[in-house]
RNA sequence: GGGCGCGUAGCUCAAUUGGCAGAGCAAGAGACUCUUAAUCUCUAGGUUGAAGGUUCGAUUCCCUCCGCGCUCACCA
């Protein structure tokens, strides 16, 4: 028997025992009266004197993280809520059933305490026990106190232990519910209302890129997982609904990266009688007070850099393309117009999309300062209103920082005539053996028949602007349970089985 | 999918040129009524990711597979 299996018996067993001595191995409700981080903010400023055992007393709790017993005393912390605290509990301040039950507890377990907080000789907050109540047995071993847990591949599978054994992982998931507080704060204030629109979609659009199947039986008909809202939010538009947003997950069927995962987090929002430069305006509203609200200031760490989000720099596509180009022959302004140029130098099958490449390879890593790169081509850009004085391009802009796309915004291009022409444009790349464009779609020709208001329209990847906000380098550190291969069979059912059995 | 790398006790990590698989934490027994990575004494704990091969002998070398990481291509 391994000793994990030694570990797991014993523990199954004392459970047992807990439960024919008439107390909880499992406890039930408990009414404490401060959260552990509440305790400590509470009287953390109280000096020795003032906490005495006729002064404050409170009931925590919380899981066991350290016992340092000393035979009929002992100290141990305990951590709850996102903090951790000190107990101390001696023999003669508790009953005896209570030191036995203390006696037993194994690293892990989650206990309630009620006592009164007092200063140690060396001056720690802590809680003087007088009375504990059993809540919850672990039966398998936490990692370790001093390094955590390190395996990247547990951390991600069983991110409940991440979150036990590493208390930084927990502050970047607030950190993240903060800032999409935040951003539905804003929204909300400025007069949208949140939507939420199929995510089980017949036709997959609004993007570029290859979707999930799935299957309806009842229906008997395959749906795709939406790779963006965008088609449905805009139908909303059409409604009247002149402020709308969506903050949800999308689905696209690509690899995996370090900025890519087949699922994330997309807020969506469509505002109707603006435009793409409306749209930046309140962008930088926006992440600036979301950066300020989920992370304290608009000054963003990353790396060595600091990145601040109140200050935005504005640049054409062409014009990144110019200023980040490698070598000698630094192309002029007019050779980024030039279709010729841009076919011979971007690679691609046609002059669009060779700029857009040439940008997404020259000039995306290099955008570290928050960023927007206005005016896209018209053949990377099918739903997008062209510009009326350069009708090669869209009045699009792309939001970037630390060399990551953050968001995509547009004027809405509401012509349903001019919108079925992009259709077939993309139906055409389609055929030329670009699975990723787009597929005709009916029912939104006809929503912009009824007439679709001028509106700006704008997507934001959520795990990516918490990763900058968290300074994490990987998108699978702001995603609680990021997509890994199947692990297998984990043996956990077989061996609760086993010790399930009369001996 | 391609390339490179990693996988050793529950956790964090060692193991010389191919020569008896080790430590700390965690665990068990004992001592200890202000410790805080508590300390001290003793004990137990391994299918070295899996299967095969070379060899007198494999954690180490070779092959296949599994899982993970990095990277390239595609994608936000």
Known sequence: MSIEDELFERRLERAREMGSAGLRPYGRRFDFTHEIPEAIAQFSSKDATELTPDGPRVKVSGRVMTIRRMG????????GGGGRIQIYVRKDAVSVEDYDLFEKLDLGDVI?????????RTGELSIHAEKLTFLSKILLALPEKWHGLEDVETRYRQRYL?????????GIFITRARLIKSLRRQLEERGFIEVETPMMQPLFGGAAAK???THHNALDIDLYLRIAPELYLKRLIV???????????NF????????????????????????????MDLTEKLLATAAEDATGSTLITWGDRVLDFSKWRRLSMRDAVIEYWEGDDKPSANDVRDPDWLLRHGGKATAGESLGHLFETLAEPKLMEPTFIYDYPVEVSPLSMKKPDDPGMTERFEIYVAGMEIGN???????????????????????????????????????LCYGMPPTGGEGIGIDRLTMLFTGTRTIRDVILFPQLRPEGEIGIAARLRDSDKPK
């Open 239 to 249: 409604g009247g609904l002149d402020r709308v947003y969506e903050i949800n997950r």
């Open 252 to 279: 696209r069927n690509e690899g995996l990266g370090w900025k890519y995962n087949p699922e994330f987090t997309m807020l969506e929002f469509y505002q109707a009688y603006t435009d793409y430069l409306g749209m």
């Open 211 to 213: 979707p999930f199947v």
């Open 409 to 447: 915004a547009y004027t809405e291009l509401n012509d349903p005539q001019e919108q079925r022409r992009r259709f077939d444009m993309q139906l055409a790349m389609r055929a030329g053996g670009n699975e990723e464009a787009h597929a005709m779609d009916e029912d939104y020709l006809r929503a």
């Open 162 to 170: 991440d979150l036990i054994a590493n208390p930084d992982v927990r």
């Open 112 to 120: 309630g305490v009620e006592g009164y907080v007092f200063r140690t």
């Open 72 to 79: 009929k005393a002992a100290f141990a912390h305990l951590a």
